[in-house]
Structure formats: structure tokens, C-alpha cells
């Protein structure tokens, strides 16, 4: 089920008090912007404020494992989500770079108390991309959003 078919489930009970972090790359902008727009909507829309959403932007997908990392242990954050595109080229960095931030992300999530979401897009080409960052496939940064609130609500 796509998480946009359940969106009742997802309203932040007590938005005011929840803070959120993004971290976003530049690397492919064009994407990461439109997952970021997707995102940072779709928290408001659900009950955040705009005071409590941090972000913070990196070079790169390689780095939103240190920006998550400095971000959660300099503010009191809730849950923090990482976007990112990673487009396959002629070179195998696609392969190491997305299993390099899928394992750091993995272990964000283990070490700290904090729920962190992959919101990084893996895609052979850029239409891939742009269809799942408010394209014919939805927008994964908004469902993003959705997952942290969900997490949110109903873990703790
Ligand atoms: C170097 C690189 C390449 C080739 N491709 C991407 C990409 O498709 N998506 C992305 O987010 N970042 C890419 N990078 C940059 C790395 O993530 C990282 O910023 C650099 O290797 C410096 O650590």
C-alpha cells in the first residue's frame, strides 16, 4: 500500500512540541530540491511547524551520514530525515556510494534514540528520478515525512 492511500494515520498529535532535521544533498539538486519541497510540505501539512524543521544541506550523499550525525547531537530532534539522489553512471560509485549511505543510515538508526529515514533516491537515470520526486511515482520526500511521523506516533 503506498503510504499517500493512509494519510489519516498520520497526523502529529502534538505537532508544536516535534522537532524534525533534513539534511539534504546538492549532488543532482534538481532532484533533492523536489524531494526536499515534498517533505518539508508534507510535515506542515501533518501538524510541524516551521521553527521546529531544521535543515542543513551536504555536498553530497556520501555526507548526509556526518550531517545527520552533527545535526542530531546539536539539537533535540525527534527524528531526522536524509535526502539524497544517487543516478547511475558509467562508473560503479552508484553501487558504492547508495550501499555506503544505506549502511551509515542503518546505523544512525542504531545508535542513536532518534528515528532516522532514507529518503535517497537510487535511479539508472534522471527521468527514474524525477518520476519519484513528484512525478508519475509520487514524491518519496513526501513519504518521507509520512514515515517519520508514523514513527513518531506510534513508537516511542
Ligand atoms: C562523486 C559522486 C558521484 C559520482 N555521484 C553522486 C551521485 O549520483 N549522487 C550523490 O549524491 N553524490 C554523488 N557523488 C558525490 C559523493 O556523494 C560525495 O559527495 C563525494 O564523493 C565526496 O565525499
Known amino acids: 500500500m503506498k503510504l499517500s492511500n493512509i494519510q489519516n494515520q498520520f497526523k502529529l498529535s502534538n505537532g508544536k512540541q516535534i522537532s524534525f532535521g533534513i539534511v539534504k544533498s546538492l549532488w543532482n539538486e534538481e ?7 515534498g517533505c518539508y510540505e508534507t510535515l506542515l501539512k501533518y501538524g510541524a511547524v516551521k521553527k521546529n524543521i531544521i535543515t542543513v544541506n551536504v555536498p553530497g550523499s556520501f555526507e548526509l551520514i556526518y550531517g545527520a550525525k552533527k545535526i542530531t547531537e546539536k539539537s533535540k530532534l525527534n527524528a531526522v530525515i536524509v535526502i539524497g539522489s544517487i543516478i547511475k553512471g558509467e562508473t560503479p560509485h552508484f553501487d558504492f556510494i547508495a550501499n555506503a549511505v544505506a549502511n551509515g543510515v542503518k546505523d544512525l538508526n542504531i545508535i542513536y534514540d532518534i528515528p532516522f ?32 511521523i508514523s514513527l513518531i506516533n506510534n513508537i516511542n
Open 117 to 148: 529515514i532514507f529518503c535517497v533516491s537510487t535511479d539508472l537515470n534522471k527521468q527514474q528520478a524525477l518520476e519519484r520526486s513528484g512525478g508519475n511515482f509520487g514524491n518519496k520526500g513526501s513519504d518521507s515525512a509520512l514515515t517519520a
Open 31 to 37: 532532484i533533492t530540491q523536489r524531494l526536499y519541497d
